[in-house]
């Protein structure tokens, strides 16, 4: 059964700050993985998409790495900004499935001034 | 493009209600929406698959006779909570998929049982 793990669960960080949020997925047998931001009270955007066939994908200052073998993707947030602060979540398949997304817990940023 | 529309976006009504959440997408056809559940703190919960024109699955531990999912279109998904108690109150989240990744979420409705 594929479990997904967050860490770490909050963060607060000054401006400007670098930042790696990472997750790890227990079935490495996965389609794809994706990083979504929560603004409070909000949906969720897609933030970054990889497929299992890839290493990397990058938008602008953010860039998600994936290694299937381990479990575990990291999200690196380039010279974090207030506009920054949200929860970050990451999404796999279920095992054995496409489109049924299981997420993490998330991690709940705060950059401040 | 590829914008998911959830109404309302906020419901309170008092235990004993019916409330029924819309799910639609503006701009594409959804040949499957997802309805998820999240407590606060907490992260998104599957709760049901539903695909035009059938029946919606429900993932385990979720009681379909109180989550009642109609999919009576390609743009069109609802989720009623039938007789909902208190400890219904939560996030709803739909999202829609059109075979291609990635889903498309909507805004959330967030229901309060008094």
């Known amino acids: 059964k594929q479990e997904v793990t967050q860490i770490p669960a909050a963060l607060s960080v000054p401006e400007g700050e670098n930042l790696v949020l990472n997750c790890s997925f227990t079935d490495s047998a996965i389609y794809n993985l994706q990083w979504f931001r929560q603004d409070p009270g909000k949906g969720l955007t897609s933030l970054l998409l990889?497929?299992?066939?890839?290493r990397e994908q990058t938008s602008g200052r953010l860039n998600a790495s994936l290694d299937k073998s381990s479990g575990r993707s990291t999200l690196y947030i380039a010279a974090s900004q207030p506009g920054d602060s949200a929860t970050y979540l990451c999404?796999?398949?279920?095992?054995?499935?496409?489109?049924?997304?299981?997420f993490g817990a998330g991690t709940r940023l705060a950059v401040h001034p | 493009g590829a914008v998911v529309s959830q109404h309302p976006s906020w419901v309170i009504c008092k235990s004993g209600t019916s409330v029924k959440i819309e799910c639609r997408s503006l701009d594409f056809q959804a040949t499957t929406m997802f309805w998820y559940r999240q407590f606060p703190k907490q992260s998104l919960m599957l709760m049901a698959t539903?695909?035009?024109?059938?029946?919606?699955?429900?993932e385990q531990g979720v009681e379909k006779d109180k989550f009642l999912i109609n999919h009576a279109s390609l743009t069109l998904s609802t989720l009623t909570v039938t007789s909902a108690h208190p400890e219904d109150s939560s996030f709803y989240i739909c999202s829609a998929w059109t075979g291609d990744q990635p889903q498309h979420f909507g805004d959330g409705t967030r229901l309060s049982i008094l």
């Open positions: 999404a796999v398949p279920i095992s054995g499935g496409y489109n049924k997304l299981i």
């Open positions: 990889i497929q299992s066939s890839q």
């Open positions: 539903s695909n035009e024109g059938s029946k919606a699955t429900y």
